[in-house]
């Protein structure tokens, strides 16, 4: 009887370290690959190469129109009162402009040469104006005009 208890007792313990180092794996074979999907494309390095993640329709919308707009920042570059920095917010209708030089002689003679002629047929209904802060917050901007066009079609620009 003591036998038997000393038997069970080893198995018991056995089976404790068995559980606790865990059964040795059997080796990994690749995962084969099915005639329907191929298998991803690899870098030099061998790793496989992230898939781009498919773009929201406002994302789209957006990228759409900022490639269609370029012409209109190209034109705002060439005039005389020019040039400006651009950025575009997240409102699809509004146009941020920086302008270099005098805001107050720069604005004008943009809007009235580039902004009201064409900036509606790039759906631009606002165009925001901002120059650079004071020398202590040199990558800041401020706010100095805003140019909206109204129900009748005319520009109109309002200075902060």
Excluded: H
Aim: hydrophobic residues 45%; positive net charge.
């Amino acid at each position: 009887m003591r036998l038997l208890g000393v038997m069970a007792g080893l198995a018991v313990v056995a089976a404790a370290l068995w559980l606790a180092t865990g059964r040795r794996a059997a080796p990994k074979l690749p995962p084969a690959v099915t005639p329907a999907v191929s298998a991803p494309v690899a870098t030099n390095s061998g790793e496989p190469l992230a898939l781009p993640v498919p773009m929201t329709p406002y994302e789209e919308r957006r990228s759409d129109l900022i490639e269609k707009r370029s012409a209109l920042v190209r034109r705002l570059q060439e005039t005389a009162a020019g040039p400006v920095s651009c950025s575009w917010p997240e409102e699809l209708d509004t146009l941020d402009l920086t302008p270099r030089g005098n805001a107050e002689a720069v604005v004008p003679a943009l809007v009235s040469g580039v902004i009201a002629p064409e900036a509606y047929a790039y759906g631009i209904r606002r165009v925001r104006w901002f120059v650079r802060a004071d020398p202590p917050l040199a990558k800041t901007f401020r706010l100095v005009a805003e140019s909206t066009r109204d129900a009748n079609g005319s520009w109109r620009t309002f200075w902060k």
